[in-house]
C-alpha cells in the first residue's frame, strides 16, 4: 500500500529498526558537506554525494534546527543528480508481519518539490550504484503523495505508511525514486528523524495495585493508528484505570486491526469513606476488611481493622501488606442534632384564622408541601408537617388543625346597602376554613334570576343587567363544598336579603 499518512501516531523508540534515525550519532563531527559516512551506520548507494549537518559544528548549511535532536540528513535533486540515503536496518523483516514507516522532510523550495517522487524502498540486499547519480531503478514500498499545495517553505512534512514484508527485508533506501527534476528544477531536502517500527499492541501483563489511590495508566499506543476504542467507550490511546477490572481495547491501523486486554486488581481494595457529619453523643464504627499476613496501624497506634469514632477529628490508617502499602483517611465532624415544634394541635371554629410559629434550631427549615417561609396561617382542617435538616439529621414534626369543634356553618348578612359609601356595599357570603364556595343565584321577589356567578368573588353588588335594582327583598341560593378529615361533602343553603338604598 502506498499513501501519506495525515494522522497522528505513536512511535516507540525503543522498537525503532533504522538505526540512528534522528542522525544524532557521528564517527567524526561533519565539519563540511558530502560526510553522510560520518552518520554511522549510514551509507551513500550511488555516486552522488548525500549531506549530513551537526550542531557540533556549524556549517551554515543548516537553514533550520533538526526536526528533534541535533543532526540531519540532507539530499539535492537536479537532472541526472539523485542522492539516497542507505542503512542496513538493525534486524530483518519478518514474513507477512506489518511495519509503519515515518519520516520528516522540510525544503526552502517547495514550488520545485516534486511530489510522489520521494519515499523508501526496503530490500534484502544493498541497493547500490557507485558508477552512476542518476535514479536508482526500483519500486519504493513507501511512496510521498501529498498534494503540491501542502508543501509550505521551511516546514517538516510527515511521509509515511504501512510496509507488508514478504520477508528478509534488511536495508532501506531514501530518496527520489520516479521523476527527476525539470531543467533548472533543482532542489535540495533535509531529513530527520525516520523511524520503522512494527505494528504491535501491547498493555502488557495482568497487574495488581496496592490500594485505590493506585492508578496505572494503559498505553495502547500503537504505531499509525487511526481509531481506538475502550471496553468504556473511551477513544483515546491512554486510559488511566483507577477501579480493578478487566479493561480491553481495539487499535485500527489501515495494515491491520490489534486487540488487547489487561486483568488489573487491587490487593488492598478499601475505603474508609467520605468525610463525614454525625450527631453530639453518637459513634461511628470505620471498618477496613481483613487481609492475610495484613498488618494494621491508626493514627492513634492501635492495631485493629476497626476503630470507633468518639469525637471530631482526621482518623487515618496504613496497611502493609507483603511490601504493599494502602492509606486511607477521613474526617468526622460532630454537630448539634436538628430541633423543631409546630406546637401543640389545634381545635378551631368558624371563620378563624391560625399561625403555626414553628420553634426551630440548628438546621434549615421547610414545609413538606413546599409552602414558603416560616410562620403560616392556616383557614381549614389539615395536618401540617414541617422539617428542620443539618449534616447530622433531620428533625421532623407535625400539627394537626382541627374546625370540627363547632359546626361549620355558612355565613350570610341579610341585609347590605349598594350605595357607593365604602359600607357594606357587595353582598358577601363565607364559612369557615373547610368550606369551598362553588355557585351564588340572587332571585327577585317572581322568582327570576338577577344575578349569577360560578367562579370567584362569590359576590353581588346590586345590580342587574348594568342597572341598579330596586329596594326590597331578594333570595339568595349558595352550593359549596364541605372539606373534613379527607371526606368531602356537597351542600346547598338558601336565605332572604334584603337590598336597601
Known sequence: MIWLAVFLSGIATAQNLIPNGSFETYRNCPWQDNLLAEATPWYNPNRATPDFYHTCFQTGQMLLPPRSGQGAGRLFFDQGWAEYLGVRLTKPLNANECYYFEMYVVTDTPTKYQTETLGAYFSADPVTNPASTDRLVVQPQILDNAPQSSITRLQWQRIAGFLTAKGGEQYVTIGSFTKTPQFLGFYYLFVDDISLVPIKLDLGNDSTLCGRKSTLLLDATTPGASYYRWNDGSTKPTLLVTRPGKYSVTA?????????????????????????????????????????????????????????????????????????????????????????????????????????????????????????????????????????????????????????????????????????????????????????????????????????????????????????????????????????????????QQGSLSLIR
Open 252 to 492: 485500527v491501523t489501515n495494515c491491520k486491526t490489534l486487540q488487547d486486554s489487561i486483568t488489573v486488581n487491587y490487593a488492598l481494595d478499601f475505603d474508609l469513606g467520605a468525610d463525614t457529619t454525625i450527631c453530639n453523643g453518637q459513634t461511628l464504627t470505620l471498618n477496613v476488611p481483613t487481609a492475610a499476613g495484613a498488618t494494621y496501624r491508626w493514627q492513634d497506634g492501635s492495631r485493629q481493622n476497626t476503630l470507633t469514632v468518639r469525637a471530631e477529628g482526621r482518623y487515618d490508617i496504613q496497611v502493609t501488606q507483603a511490601g504493599c502499602v494502602a492509606t486511607d483517611s477521613i474526617y468526622v465532624r460532630y454537630i448539634r442534632p436538628p430541633q423543631l415544634d409546630l406546637g401543640p394541635d389545634q381545635s378551631l371554629c368558624g371563620a378563624q384564622l391560625f399561625t403555626i410559629k414553628p420553634t426551630l434550631a440548628e438546621g434549615k427549615f421547610s414545609w413538606l408541601d413546599q409552602v414558603p417561609g416560616i410562620e403560616r396561617t392556616v383557614s381549614s382542617s389539615g395536618v401540617y408537617r414541617a422539617s428542620v435538616q443539618n449534616d447530622c439529621a433531620t428533625a421532623l414534626d407535625s400539627v394537626y388543625i382541627d374546625y370540627e369543634a363547632c359546626d361549620c356553618i355558612l355565613y350570610a348578612p341579610n341585609s347590605f346597602t349598594p350605595n357607593g359609601d365604602g359600607q357594606n356595599d357587595q353582598f358577601l357570603a363565607y364559612g369557615c376554613g373547610d368550606i369551598t364556595i362553588t355557585s351564588l343565584a340572587i332571585f327577585n321577589r317572581w322568582g327570576e334570576i338577577v344575578f349569577q356567578t360560578a367562579t370567584e368573588p362569590f359576590q353581588w353588588n346590586g345590580y342587574y343587567r348594568g342597572k341598579a335594582c330596586e329596594t326590597g327583598v331578594y333570595a339568595w341560593s349558595i352550593t359549596y363544598k364541605l372539606n373534613q378529615r379527607g371526606k368531602i361533602k356537597p351542600g346547598q
